[in-house]
């Protein structure tokens, strides 16, 4: 049963809900603005012990169901303030997610929320549309992993899509690491760490990188206060070294700009300066201070290293800068698809009732021009 109908507006237009569930914070609006109403964690209260949990979290699908039912639930009446019968949804979702989070979804929106209608939209493929362009590299560093995807005059090159678990969860195991070796009596909880993290780290330049932990290293940067239930100090080494597990290479050597230059040497020769010359950084971990130039700097340096000399001959790398804060741009995307009248794939409630799945675009079976084709 659905609960707390009193009193919630009911749109008879047909704006769209326009949701962005990230990770960590779900980014929540109407198509058509320019901004989204609200960015909320990815959380809820569990109704019986009472204890926050976070989606990502859970423990099986049913699990997920729960948590989810919760959490819009939440969304609809207490954010949104919409009535969600018969609403026009638009979700952004990584193609690179699990398929598992997106049939539960829309199963907690037809079955138990009754929407209208869902259309899950690419969230690389929306974000260029914030700029008006159609050939970009779209590198997206949020929570849990950062995503990339080559899209070349509005196609997404899939075969050159990269993921690696860097993300701001890493950032702040490492503050927490830092923080254990000065002492044991540290220990902040996630939110605490985040808030150290946005307040007072950077990243670093490549430079100064390079000769940290060496006998040249450089004069740390100052020592300051963050000032919490108790003043803590947060040491310049910590604020300058927070983020260099974004760059340090893995075994496979793979890092952050790795994923760049890895991308487009799997895309052909005629679209590779295009793709370097349009890289747009999205997620809240792209919005820390340093961290543009650090990796443009870090791309320079790497493509003339032996590991890319001989396959890549790419000479600059150019950032576009979207309308918005990196951490709602592929929101910003999808609030502009969401007003066009193009004929876009919305599953209806009707056809998920009859065939009680969702379509994958990226399946021969969904893309025939018949009766499976879900248009509006
Ligand atoms: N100014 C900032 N400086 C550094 N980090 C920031 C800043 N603002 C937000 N972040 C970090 O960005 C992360 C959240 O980004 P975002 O909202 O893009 O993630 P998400 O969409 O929830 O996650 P994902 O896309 O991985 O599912 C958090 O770890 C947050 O601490
Ligand atoms: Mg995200």
Request: glycine share 6%.
């Amino acid at each position: 049963m659905l609960r707390g109908y009193e009193g919630v507006r009911y749109i008879t237009d047909k704006q769209m809900v326009v949701f962005d569930i990230g990770g960590a914070y779900t980014k929540f609006g109407y198509a058509g603005e320019t901004s989204p109403r609200g960015i909320i964690r990815t959380e809820v209260r569990c109704p019986e012990s009472k204890k926050i949990r976070r989606i990502i979290d859970h423990i099986d699908v049913e699990d997920l169901y729960q948590l989810l039912v919760e959490f819009l639930h939440l969304l609809f009446f207490k954010y949104v303030v919409v009535s969600p019968k018969d609403a026009r949804i638009l979700i952004l979702e990584s193609p690179l997610a699990a398929t598992r989070f997106r049939d539960t979804l829309a199963k907690v929106m037809f079955r138990h929320f009754e929407v209208g209608s869902i259309l899950f939209l690419p969230s690389h493929l929306a974000t260029i549309s914030t700029l008006g362009i159609d050939t970009a590299l779209v590198l997206d560093v949020g929570y849990q992993e950062a995503t990339l995807i080559p899209i070349f005059e509005g196609i997404p090159i899939l075969k050159a899509w990269q993921a690696l678990p860097l993300g701001g969860q890493v950032v702040h195991d490492n503050i927490k690491k830092y923080f254990n070796d000065v002492s044991t009596d540290l220990d902040f909880p996630e939110k605490v760490l985040e808030d150290i993290k946005v307040r007072t780290c950077f990243v670093t330049t490549l430079e100064r990188s390079t000769k940290l932990g060496t006998k040249d290293a450089p004069a740390p940067p100052p020592t300051v206060k963050y000032p919490g239930v108790k003043s803590i100090s947060v040491p310049g080494e910590i604020r300058e070294k927070a983020f260099e597990i974004l760059w340090e290479r893995d075994n496979d050597n793979l890092s952050l700009p790795t994923m760049i230059l890895d991308a487009i040497v799997k895309c052909s020769l005629d679209t590779r300066c295009a793709l370097a010359e349009n890289i747009v950084l999205v997620g809240g971990t792209t919005m820390a201070k340093g961290f543009a130039s650090r990796l443009k700097s870090e791309l320079l340096t790497l493509v003339k290293s032996d590991l890319y000399k001989n396959k890549l001959k790419v000479e600059s790398f150019k950032f576009h800068k979207a309308p918005s804060k990196p951490n709602y741009t592929a929101w910003l995307g999808g609030a502009i698809f969401g007003t066009t009248d193009l004929p876009l794939r919305c599953l209806t409630k009707e056809m998920y009732l009859k065939t009680n799945r969702v379509p994958d675009w990226s399946n021969l079976v969904d893309n025939q021009k018949d009766e499976t084709s879900y248009e509006v």
